[in-house]
T-cell receptor, first 113, second 114 residues
Framework: NSKVIQTPRYLVKGQGQKAKMRCIPE?????VFWYQQNKNNEFKFLIN????????QIDMTEKRFSAECPSNSPCSLEIQSSEAGDSALYLC???????????FGHGTKLSVL | GDSVTQTEGQVTVSESKSLIINCTYS????????LFWYVRYPGEGLQLLLK?????QKGSSRGFEATYNKEATSFHLQKASVQESDSAVYYC???????????FGTGTKLQVVP
């Protein structure tokens, strides 16, 4: 069973508000991924880290989205100014290596009203 | 770009019948991707079902099997006899060898009926 912990499970924000979600990866997993899963079940890769360093991120992430994985603290994903189109399930996953199996959290379901 | 396609959004199968869930992939920038099947049971998080990293090989878990077919660029999931407890959403995925990302299909919801 996965021990990736994501909080909160549900997040409701108004347009323009900040939305922040957290993830504690499984112990011993240096690689962390963030995905956005929309209502059509499409997974969109947002960003990934190896330890505290960003490995890859998409353009969308570079604008309104910010993420970090500080040492000895939970990883976080923050949307600076939420838009209706950001409503989705945000999934955090960790692994020992990026090409190995991913261990997922339950996700944070964001609703932007 | 690289992508994974699952053509069926939902499949309904009677208990004890056989199952096949289709998955094809495009890996234009990856020579030999790693291939995965993940499953999300109701109320649970996404978890690995099986993984195959070598073309031509078969992976199996919990009675499910999938063969990495590089020629057909397919990784179909099969089970000879499904049970109600198999009702879940199944996702096909691929990763490149360096592990910079994993790409997912849109999932196939399996409903097993008595």
């Amino acid at each position: 069973n996965s021990k990736v912990i994501q909080t909160p499970r549900y997040l409701v924000k108004g347009q323009g508000q900040k939305a922040k979600m957290r993830c504690i990866p499984e112990k011993g997993h240096p690689v962390v991924f963030w995905y956005q899963q929309n209502k059509n079940n499409e997974f969109k890769f947002l960003i990934n880290f190896q330890n505290q360093e960003v490995l890859q991120q998409i353009d969308m992430t570079e604008k309104r989205f910010s993420a970090e994985c500080p040492s000895n603290s939970p990883c976080s994903l923050e949307i600076q100014s939420s838009e209706a189109g950001d409503s989705a399930l945000y999934l955090c996953a960790s692994s020992r290596r990026g090409n190995e199996r991913l261990f997922f959290g339950h996700g944070t379901k964001l609703s932007v009203l | 770009g690289d992508s994974v396609t699952q053509t069926e959004g939902q499949v309904t199968v009677s208990e004890s019948k056989s199952l096949i869930i289709n998955c094809t992939y495009s890996a234009t920038s990856i020579g030999y991707p790693n291939l995965f099947w993940y499953v999300r049971y109701p109320g649970e998080g996404l978890q690995l079902l099986l993984k195959v990293i070598t073309a031509g090989q078969k992976g199996s878990s919990r009675g499910f099997e999938a063969t990495y077919n590089k020629e057909a660029t397919s990784f179909h999931l099969q089970k000879a006899s499904v049970q109600e407890s198999d009702s879940a959403v199944y996702y096909c995925a691929l990763s490149d060898q360096s592990g910079t990302y994993q790409r997912f299909g849109t999932g196939t919801k399996l409903q097993v009926v008595p």
